[in-house]
């Protein structure tokens, strides 16, 4: 979908890309721009938390955020829209993104049984770090997302210690220039094999403090006689 943005609201209205197809795992980032508790509300029961609201009180307080990462599983095809909440109107920037990933556990949650880990950043840094992690599956696909605490903030295509998964960015929006966040997530498939720490390098024109989070989606198991089908990323919607 696209990254959608408020500097003077307490809700955001997040679109899904038009390909998603019911079953699709819906994964929606939320950065919130202060670092006063301000815990954020999906729309519904149906959303999870891999991430409830986390502060990261940077150095700088213009890099100040809060963090979270909500998932579900769709069940309406095509473009839907989900609105999403903070708990208090405090007037600064409030910004989120949903993306769709298909090839995940069909029944059940979707998520690895190890836990999401995350590395915050709190002075002024180009690089967003992420810790290292080891999956529970053997057959899943590793996500790492960027909470970056200012805009002109374009990645680099591919993180250090790039191997296992081997990764692609899947996207890398930011807010317009003044309103300072961006948001990135880069992906790929896994054996089950440890995942070393890694940082991710942006090309940031003033460097800022963020937060990195890996988890992991399992992959269904292959149906006897197909071809095993992770989760990729195509046209803005992972198939």
Known sequence: GSLVVSATQPSLTIGTHANTAVGDILLCQLINKNVTANAFSPPDGTWTAVIATEVNDCTTAADDHQYGLYWKRATVAGAQNFVFTKAVDDNVLFAGI?????????????????????????GAADNVSFPAYDPTSTSVHVIFMAYYGNDQCAFAAAMSADTN???TTRYDVESATGNDCNLSCTSGDN?????????????????????????????????????????????????
Do not use: H, Y
């Open 165 to 167: 998964p081997d990764c």
């Open 98 to 122: 949903l993306s769709s990933w298909r090839g995940a556990l069909a029944t059940g949650s979707p998520l690895d049984a190890t836990a999401a880990a995350r590395t915050e950043t709190a």
């Open 191 to 239: 054996d089950g094999s440890n995942v070393a720490a890694r940082t991710w390098a942006s090309g940031s024109t003033t460097d800022a403090g963020n937060t990195g989070v890996v988890f992991a989606l399992v992959a269904e198991p292959p149906v006897f006689g197909q071809v095993f089908r992770s989760p990729v990323f195509r046209s803005g919607v992972i198939r």
